[in-house]
């Protein structure tokens, strides 16, 4: 099948070499030409395992290709997916991007088309959109919307091996032309939902909500266990056992990040207040989530006597998760923001995400070139990303480093008990 993949940020790049990979034709679109000069050549934009190989497999092959023509890619295509971004903006979703693709799309049209919207847009959008292209052209073509659920870290085997598809339609024809599209990657049986577009739209928001406020109880539950003696990490797995819970986003620590829960929350509650129906729960989920990292910081500046003015702090992890460079509402940029205000000297280390993270602070930080060299006189290690070569370090060598053996463990890594008995003083998140 012919397709056009409009926008190669995270999704857009992802869902092109994959659809790449099951045999179709696919011309990714993107306004920055440069951007665009660097795809070509097979160079990543972003840190995603599987995917720069992906990417290179299918441009060597042939069925994969980049361009900032939009016209000649929609000529050219059946199936065009929308997959640009939607930044947030004041709460609200800024949509310049995706009316400006849909305008563009319309002028280009020359005979029948499927147009998908794979952007996060607010409910009732992909219908605006559909009313933005009609405006545009008197071709036929039908629009669905297909919300992606890709985990970044895990985005191309999510692609691959998807738990669901959902697919909001207003033709049957739409749907079973992305039946045949979705096919080789659900033979293991997982659903394909068909749906009326709003339902689809909803369910996007609806599922990144939930798992956020998942994340934002058990960091409730991790804090009153702190005053109440209890364990968390117990709670957690005696609550996970349950199978009516399970123990998915269980996890306490500093909250959540990264380019979709953050935005997805806020932009629903903007929904309901535009509807004049407030979603309490998600603006208590938000309320909770900043506070989580104002509290971590709080813990750190105590320990301190309230004073981190000349101590030198060492950050393991920018990311906002492992497995990503992404520091899109990444805890480390409030944490270290905050220690830099009181004085502290910061150096930080990641095995991805430090380019990213200099574009934030420059000279403000240092980077040090690996974990270890990052501790060199340290006052105190504060884990913020629970990036695998963490897990189980040279303690040892850790407490040689360091000026003073301190760790703030913000994910509940080490084992408190096994900590202090190698004499480091230890901050958990909710435990004993």
């Given at each position: 099948m012919n397709i056009a993949v409009i926008g190669t940020g995270y999704v857009g790049l992802v869902a092109g070499a994959c659809f790449a990979e099951s045999g179709n034709d696919v011309i990714c679109v993107d306004s920055d030409q440069d951007k665009v000069k660097a795809l070509s050549k097979g160079k990543m934009p972003i840190y995603e395992p599987g995917l720069p190989e992906i990417v290179q497999r299918n441009l060597t092959q042939g069925r994969l290709s980049f361009t900032s023509d939009l016209a000649a890619a929609v000529k050219k295509s059946f199936v065009l997916f929308v997959a640009v971004g939607t930044p947030q903006a004041g709460g609200e979703i800024d949509l310049t991007a995706v009316r400006s693709v849909a305008a563009g799309i319309g002028r280009s049209m020359k005979d029948f088309k499927v147009v998908v919207m794979k952007s996060t847009v607010p409910v009732g959008m992909t219908e605006q959109i559909r009313d933005l292209i009609r405006a545009e052209t008197d071709q036929p073509f039908d629009v669905v919307s297909n919300p992606e659920f890709m985990k970044e870290g895990a985005a191309v085997e999510d692609f691959m091996k998807p738990d669901r598809v959902v697919l909001g339609v207003e033709d049957v024809r739409a749907a079973e032309v992305l039946r045949e599209l979705y096919a080789p990657f659900v033979r293991t049986g997982s659903p394909v939902l068909i749906t009326d577009i709003r339902t689809a739209e909803m369910t996007k928001y609806a599922s990144n909500a939930?798992?956020?406020?998942?994340?934002?109880?058990?960091?409730?539950?991790?804090?009153?266990?702190?005053?109440?003696?209890?364990?968390?990490?117990?709670?957690?797995?005696?609550?996970?056992?349950?199978?009516?819970?399970?123990?998915?986003?269980?996890?306490?620590?500093?909250?959540?990040?990264?380019?979709?829960?953050?935005?997805?929350?806020?932009?629903?509650?903007?929904?309901?207040?535009?509807?004049?129906?407030?979603?309490?729960?998600?603006?208590?989920?938000?309320?909770?989530?900043?506070?989580?990292?104002?509290?971590?910081?709080?813990?750190?500046?105590?320990?301190?006597?309230?004073?981190?003015?000349?101590?030198?702090?060492?950050?393991?992890?920018?990311?906002?998760?492992?497995?990503?460079?992404?520091?899109?509402?990444?805890?480390?940029?409030?944490?270290?923001?905050?220690?830099?205000?009181?004085?502290?000297?910061?150096?930080?280390?990641?095995?991805?995400?430090?380019?990213?993270?200099?574009?934030?602070?420059?000279?403000?930080?240092?980077?040090?070139?690996?974990?270890?060299?990052?501790?060199?006189?340290?006052?105190?290690?504060?884990?913020?990303?629970?990036?695998?070569?963490?897990?189980?370090?040279?303690?040892?060598?850790?407490?040689?480093?360091?000026?003073?053996?301190?760790?703030?463990?913000?994910?509940?890594?080490?084992?408190?008990?096994?900590?202090?008995?190698?004499?480091?003083t230890y901050y958990g998140i909710g435990r004993k």
């Amino acid at each position: 099948m012919n397709i056009a993949v409009i926008g190669t940020g995270y999704v857009g790049l992802v869902a092109g070499a994959c659809f790449a990979e099951s045999g179709n034709d696919v011309i990714c679109v993107d306004s920055d030409q440069d951007k665009v000069k660097a795809l070509s050549k097979g160079k990543m934009p972003i840190y995603e395992p599987g995917l720069p190989e992906i990417v290179q497999r299918n441009l060597t092959q042939g069925r994969l290709s980049f361009t900032s023509d939009l016209a000649a890619a929609v000529k050219k295509s059946f199936v065009l997916f929308v997959a640009v971004g939607t930044p947030q903006a004041g709460g609200e979703i800024d949509l310049t991007a995706v009316r400006s693709v849909a305008a563009g799309i319309g002028r280009s049209m020359k005979d029948f088309k499927v147009v998908v919207m794979k952007s996060t847009v607010p409910v009732g959008m992909t219908e605006q959109i559909r009313d933005l292209i009609r405006a545009e052209t008197d071709q036929p073509f039908d629009v669905v919307s297909n919300p992606e659920f890709m985990k970044e870290g895990a985005a191309v085997e999510d692609f691959m091996k998807p738990d669901r598809v959902v697919l909001g339609v207003e033709d049957v024809r739409a749907a079973e032309v992305l039946r045949e599209l979705y096919a080789p990657f659900v033979r293991t049986g997982s659903p394909v939902l068909i749906t009326d577009i709003r339902t689809a739209e909803m369910t996007k928001y609806a599922s990144n909500a939930y798992l956020a406020t998942r994340v934002s109880f058990m960091n409730e539950i991790a804090n009153l266990c702190e005053y109440s003696g209890a364990d968390v990490e117990l709670v957690r797995r005696g609550m996970g056992l349950d199978r009516r819970i399970g123990s998915s986003f269980l996890f306490p620590g500093l909250g959540f990040g990264g380019s979709c829960f953050p935005k997805d929350v806020e932009a629903l509650i903007a929904s309901g207040r535009r509807q004049d129906y407030p979603l309490r729960i998600l603006e208590a989920v938000a309320r909770v989530n900043a506070h989580q990292r104002v509290r971590f910081l709080e813990r750190v500046i105590a320990h301190f006597d309230g004073d981190v003015a000349g101590k030198r702090l060492a950050i393991w992890g920018l990311a906002f998760k492992p497995r990503t460079n992404d520091i899109r509402e990444a805890p480390s940029i409030d944490i270290i923001k905050g220690l830099l205000n009181g004085g502290a000297t910061v150096v930080a280390y990641d095995p991805e995400a430090m380019d990213e993270a200099r574009k934030v602070f420059a000279s403000r930080v240092e980077f040090a070139g690996s974990d270890y060299e990052c501790l060199t006189g340290a006052d105190a290690l504060l884990l913020i990303t629970e990036w695998q070569a963490f897990r189980n370090p040279n303690f040892d060598r850790m407490k040689d480093a360091m000026r003073q053996a301190t760790v703030f463990d913000g994910r509940n890594v080490y084992d408190p008990e096994n900590m202090r008995e190698m004499g480091f003083t230890y901050y958990g998140i909710g435990r004993k």
